[in-house]
């Protein structure tokens, strides 16, 4: 069964009540997403097989192979998630995503813990990150404005990102501190977007769709401030 505008009841038109549980259970879902991103993140770091391999991927086009794969992965959820309506298929598709994003992040993450001998940088990028995200998430539900028009600006911005990590891998320099703060402005306006969306876009029955979306967002604000603050060090 396809989740089209023809029949489902659009989170807009529905009652009060009907939006406040829409909303508690998108969120809780992002955050079993997080619990689910740790659990997966704690066995992945105890193979040094896994990281090893990781480790190896990081490096000129290997690192883009493993950038096309996620690619794969995440359209591949968000094209699931979208076009059924069997919650058993979307569930599968959020944890393959959560997977994919815990594999990417090993490289990072192994450097952050093991090189400084410490797990608090990732603590404090946690932190913040999460701050950052309910307060820019906030904004979008005290306000109630629509955020739509970012699409186009996220879209170039993306691209011109995406073209920017490609020119670094094949030709190898460091696109510093600056473009790590440009990347989290980027992931906030991605949040601010995506919050909207919860409004003006999904159905009732969307959150797992819903869920995902605002999880994505989440992760990519993780990765670069976790980036930001590996370079003090």
């Given at each position: 069964m396809?989740?089209t ?32 991103f740790?659990?997966f993140?704690y ?13 190896s991927?990081?490096q ?10 996620f690619m794969?992965?995440t ?5 699931t998630?979208?076009?059924t309506a069997?919650k ?6 959020y944890a ?6 815990a ?5 990072l993450?192994y ?5 400084t001998?410490?797990?608090?940088l ?6 913040v ?7 820019i998430?906030?904004v ?11 699409k186009?600006?996220?879209t170039?911005?993306f ?14 320099f ?14 906030g306006?991605s949040i601010?977007?995506q919050t909207?969306n ?8 969307d959150?797992?769709p819903?869920?995902?979306g ?20």
């Open positions: 396809e989740n505008l023809e029949n489902k009841i659009l989170l807009s038109t529905s009652a009060d009540q009907v939006r406040v549980e829409f909303y508690k259970k998108t969120y809780k879902h992002v955050a079993g997403g997080v619990l689910l740790v659990f993140e066995l992945l770091l105890q193979s040094d097989v896994i990281v090893n391999f990781m480790m991927m990081t000129g086009w290997r690192w883009l192979v493993m950038l096309g794969g794969f992965v359209n591949y959820a968000e094209s998630v979208l076009k069997d058993n298929k979307q569930y599968m598709a393959l995503y959560v997977f994919a994003q594999i990417i992040f090993v490289p993450l450097i952050a813990i093991y090189y001998e410490s797990a608090e990732v603590e404090q990028a946690a932190i990150t999460l701050a950052l995200f309910t307060g998430s906030a979008v539900m005290v306000t109630k404005k629509d955020f739509s028009f970012l186009a600006g996220l170039v911005g691209f011109i990102a995406m073209g920017l990590i490609v020119a670094g891998s094949l030709f190898g460091n696109l510093g501190l600056w473009f790590s703060v440009g990347m989290c402005v980027l992931a306006g601010l977007y909207s919860l409004v003006n876009k999904y159905g009732t029955e959150y797992i819903a869920s995902l605002l999880f994505a967002s989440l992760m990519l604000l993780f990765w670069y401030v976790l980036s930001i603050f590996m370079s003090r060090d």
